[in-house]
């Protein structure tokens, strides 16, 4: 069972001090796959430093030069991955920014040469911002090849794209949903790769304010039952004292666990 960890939002507005408070106990346990903005909006969010709320520009990763050298160094010591998430994160009138860009192909493209040519790593996973992908955006991600990682995939085929595979998943799906009792109106996170044309999907479990370690290892005993895998998501700038002990401790307890194996988020993808 492979398990992995997940962590959005890392951008131009990012401080190397707050990653390093959050993971430097973690990552040597298991890679972070790091989300990352390339070129990250200013707007109101926690996420963000007041000062840059009303900027009226977006900020490139490469203007913040302590933390393209702190991430060269973590990803060069095997401690980080580098996921793209979205391009400015900004939102649209009529949703978020892959469900609403008017340019949505141009984003997807233009922020993952910025990451790789910045970062000199090859970009695999595309994490959308806020979980929300119009079928717009998720044709855009499949036509680039990246995989998908995200909190709350639908599954509805009316809202994606149309391939051969797509009847086989929903499939899967179903059966899924019916063997664990969940009704369509019941959360669900499958434990498995879904394998598209071009792309391959796979849900995380998110870790937030009010997260208990009983809700992490219920979806990891979930997943372990039917033979699956297991990812963890959260932003580091929520990471307070309360969620970090629940991280430590269901990191303990997977590790506890025959045949459990922590990975970079790269490797859920892998063919078995």
Known sequence: ??????????????????????????????????????????????????KYWQAARAFPLEENAALVEYLRRQLAAGRVTVAQHGYTHEDF?????????????????????????????????????????????????????????GSFLSFRPSMR??????????????????ATGRGK?????????????????????????GTTLEDLMAGFEEARRAGGDFCVATHYWEVDGALKRVLLQFLDRAAKVDGVRFVAAERLFDAA
């Open 1 to 50: 069972m492979k398990v992995a960890l997940r962590d959005d939002d890392t951008s131009f507005f990012t401080a190397p001090e707050q990653l390093e408070a959050v993971y430097h106990d973690v990552w040597d346990r298991l890679p972070v796959s790091l989300a990352v903005v390339p070129r990250a909006a200013g707007f109101r969010d926690k996420a963000i430093p007041e």
């Open 93 to 149: 009138p009529g949703g978020y920014e892959f469900q609403a860009a008017p340019d949505i192909e141009q984003r997807l493209a233009a922020g993952r040469a910025c990451l790789e040519g910045l970062l000199g790593t090859r970009i695999q996973i595309f994490v959308p911002p806020h979980n929300a992908l119009s079928k717009r955006g998720l044709s855009a991600v499949a036509a680039a090849g990246l995989n998908l990682l």
């Open 161 to 178: 794209p149309w391939d051969a595979r797509t009847p086989a998943n929903w499939w899967r799906v179903r059966r899924y949903r019916a």
């Open 185 to 209: 109106a019941d959360r669900l996170i499958y434990p498995h790769v879904l394998r598209y044309g071009r792309h391959a999907e796979f849900g995380c479990h998110s870790l937030i304010p």
